[in-house]
């Protein structure tokens, strides 16, 4: 078999541009869909008569839906088909958009949004997987995820800006129709270039069903918690009964994937120094730049007053560097190695976030600094971390593994939410909306944005930390293996 060529691999070079286009397409959606609904939430909470909660789930019942059913469809996906369970996705993503047009309620809305959230759980996972498995060496791995990397982020640059234009002259339901065509091109692409899943390249176990129960139910717990604990604060017992659940609900499936004949997660694989370490690089980056991003946020529109026109403007610097690295990464990750690359890039996140927790209340140079450095190494990091995942798994269970990645990544997003904004109600005193602030109130802030981006700062260089150590000894096991036994003399 050529280098460039596995079981999945189309038989074209035209093919493979067609599949990675549909691949593209996924991840697309994924980027754009939440950042261009945000701007027409005022439009929807007027039209549709939604208080601030009934708005607040119409984009996070999207994301917990989405992180909470990953792990259960990755399952799903390895058993019985990627490309079958991603088209079913695609065609299910297709019909929920669609049925945006008959909206007439705000229930209803989450209601499409759960739906969509269910789709986009069959789809994503799958397209990192299948995009890895379209070729059999590392390095044009690489330039597929860079690929299909760089148009998602393209779709979360624009999004806000494409969601402005289109509020100007047509409905808001427009913006989720948007999903039909972006589907339609996928399902296409996966149709016509990927070749049907081989049976026997197939996860034979059963579904653990009660094992993806209590999996999900511990990711949506895990990613609710601390979402109310950011809006709610410390005092809030729905939080904390959200947490008490998830590490009941987290314990218990750990213990069924331990005692379970065929677990729905091998945690043997799991705890494989390549896979563990890709995760803990994973969660880092979703920790720091959750954090910085809603933090950032607030500094420019609430503490300096900026406008927000002006504050879109003041976060370019992340998304001239996440649009404009693309080009670099293949050059870079060819030069020192995936898992040099890897640690490296994550490394820099965490400089970045330090740069901010220490500096930022000084002006917004340093705001910038940090921004451009938390996006390049996230550049990177978000494309290495996942193929190193899915190099220490087996082919069997590539898109559980990549659903692992995405997972982990959605929940420590929360978490640094959640960490950012629970200091923030600690150390404020106050309406924090209600501008403008104090001089006290000025300082509190500043206090707050050192305090939380040092704590984001300590647990992401500890992440980052261990999953080096984890590197360093998957390099060493591969060094020990294939190194032949000294011969014996005499």
């Known amino acids: 078999m050529s280098a460039d060529r596995s079981p999945y691999s189309p038989r074209s070079p035209r093919r493979t541009r067609v599949a990675l286009a549909g691949l593209a397409a996924v991840f697309l959606f994924e980027m754009l869909d939440n950042s261009i609904?945000?701007?027409?939430?005022?439009?929807?909470?007027?039209?549709?008569?939604?208080?601030?909660?009934?708005?607040?789930?119409?984009?996070?019942?999207y994301s917990v839906?989405?992180?909470?059913?990953?792990?259960?469809?990755?399952?799903?996906?390895?058993r019985y088909g990627r490309r079958r369970?991603?088209?079913?996705?695609?065609?299910?993503?297709?019909?929920?958009?669609?049925?945006?047009?008959?909206v007439s309620s705000v229930e209803q809305l989450v209601a499409v949004r759960v739906a969509t959230g269910v789709a986009a759980a069959m789809t994503t996972p799958g397209s990192m997987a299948l995009a890895f498995r379209l070729f059999d060496d590392d390095d044009r791995r690489v330039r597929a995820m860079n690929t299909i990397s760089t148009v998602g982020l393209l779709g979360l640059a624009i999004g806000p800006t494409l969601g402005g234009l289109v509020l100007a002259v047509a409905p808001w339901q427009v913006l989720l129709l948007i999903d039909v065509p972006i589907a339609a091109l996928a399902f296409v692409g996966i149709r016509i270039g990927?070749?049907?899943?081989?049976?026997?390249?197939?996860?034979?176990?059963?579904?653990?069903?009660?094992?993806?129960?209590?999996?999900?139910?511990?990711?949506?717990?895990?990613?609710?918690a601390p979402t109310r604990f950011?809006?709610?604060?410390?005092?809030?017992?729905?939080?904390?009964?959200?947490?008490?659940?998830?590490?009941?609900?987290?314990?218990?499936?750990?213990?069924?994937?331990?005692?379970?004949?065929?677990?729905?997660?091998?945690?043997?694989?799991?705890?494989?120094?390549?896979?563990?370490?890709?995760?803990?690089?994973?969660?880092?980056?979703?920790?720091?730049?959750?954090?910085?991003?809603y933090l950032v946020t607030l500094h420019l529109q609430l503490a300096w007053g900026w406008p927000p026109a002006l504050a879109a403007i003041g976060m370019l610097p992340q998304v001239v560097v996440l649009v404009g690295g693309s080009a670099f990464v293949g050059p870079f990750v060819r030069r020192v190695g995936l898992e040099r690359a890897a640690w490296s890039s994550a490394a820099v996140v965490v400089v970045g976030l330090a740069v901010y927790a220490l500096l930022g209340p000084a002006g917004y140079g340093w705001v910038a600094l940090a921004l451009a450095l938390v996006a390049a190494g996230m550049r990177v990091v978000g494309v290495v971390a996942g193929t190193n995942v899915l190099r220490g798994?087996?082919?069997?269970?590539?898109?559980?593994?990549?659903?692992?990645?995405?997972?982990?990544?959605?929940?420590?997003?929360?978490?640094?939410?959640?960490?950012?904004?629970?200091?923030?109600?600690?150390?404020?005193t106050g309406s924090l909306t209600a501008v403008p602030w104090t001089a006290a109130q000025g300082v509190q802030f500043d206090d707050a944005v050192t305090i939380a981006g040092c704590v984001l700062t300590v647990v992401s260089a500890a992440l980052v930390g261990w999953a080096t150590?984890?590197?360093?000894?998957?390099?060493?096991?591969?060094?020990?293996?294939?190194t032949p036994p000294a011969r014996t003399v005499g």
Not at 207 to 212: K, Q, T
């Open 469 to 482: 150590v984890r590197s360093a000894r998957a390099r060493r096991s591969v060094v020990t293996e294939t």
């Open 85 to 102: 369970v991603m088209l079913v996705g695609l065609v299910l993503l297709g019909l929920a958009s669609l049925a945006t047009a008959f």
């Open 393 to 428: 798994l087996p082919e069997d269970r590539t898109t559980i593994g990549a659903a692992l990645v995405d997972t982990a990544s959605e929940v420590t997003s929360a978490i640094g939410v959640a960490v950012a904004g629970t200091v923030l109600a600690a150390v404020f």
């Open 65 to 78: 839906v989405f992180g909470g059913c990953m792990l259960a469809a990755g399952a799903v996906a390895d």
């Open 194 to 224: 990927i070749v049907p899943d081989d049976p026997a390249g197939l996860h034979r176990a059963p579904v653990d069903w009660a094992g993806a129960a209590l999996g999900t139910a511990t990711i949506v717990l895990g990613i609710v």
């Open 230 to 293: 950011a809006d709610a604060g410390t005092h809030d017992s729905g939080a904390w009964a959200a947490t008490v659940a998830a590490v009941v609900c987290g314990v218990g499936f750990v213990l069924r994937e331990r005692r379970a004949e065929h677990p729905l997660l091998d945690l043997a694989l799991v705890a494989r120094p390549l896979v563990s370490s890709g995760l803990a690089y994973k969660a880092a980056s979703g920790l720091a730049v959750a954090g910085l991003g």
């Open 37 to 61: 609904l945000n701007v027409a939430l005022p439009t929807i909470g007027r039209q549709l008569h939604a208080g601030a909660t009934e708005l607040q789930w119409v984009t996070g019942a």
